[in-house]
């Protein structure tokens, strides 16, 4: 079945960076874009960066470009999410996203926590 494991987020102070990254098992990994998305406390989730399958086309929500970049390691089964400058706003869960099959089903990983704050 397919598995998505995020880890890598946590505390850091703004101006700071985190680097997350995201497992992925139980589907050809190299066919299928994947997408970073977060959610804030009493906020939808929200898009923040997607990458194509084979990593040459990156896209990113207005609020990150710039300071977050997507990158992918198919040989690894791994995307990862460098977050650079990092601000209070940014302070989410952040989740790893697949959609796949005929019905284009989404699968989410469990999330992992980044918290910006002095």
């Known amino acids: 079945q397919v598995q998505l494991v995020e880890s890598g987020g946590g505390l850091v102070q703004p101006g700071g960076s985190l680097r997350l990254s995201c497992a992925a098992s139980?589907?050809?990994?190299?066919?299928?874009?994947i997408n970073w998305y977060r959610q804030a406390p009493g906020k939808e989730r929200e898009l923040v960066a997607t990458?194509?399958?084979?990593?040459?086309?990156?896209n990113y929500a207005d609020s990150v470009k710039g300071r977050f970049t997507i990158s992918r390691d198919n040989a690894k089964k791994t995307v990862y999410l460098q977050m650079n400058s990092l601000i209070p706003e940014d302070t989410a869960v952040y989740y790893c996203?697949?959609?796949?099959?005929?019905?284009?089903?989404?699968?989410w990983g469990q999330g992992t926590q980044v918290t910006v704050s002095s």
């Open positions: 139980g589907f050809p990994f190299s066919w299928y874009a």
């Open positions: 990458i194509s399958s084979a990593g040459g086309d990156t």
């Open positions: 996203n697949v959609r796949r099959g005929p019905f284009a089903e989404d699968f």
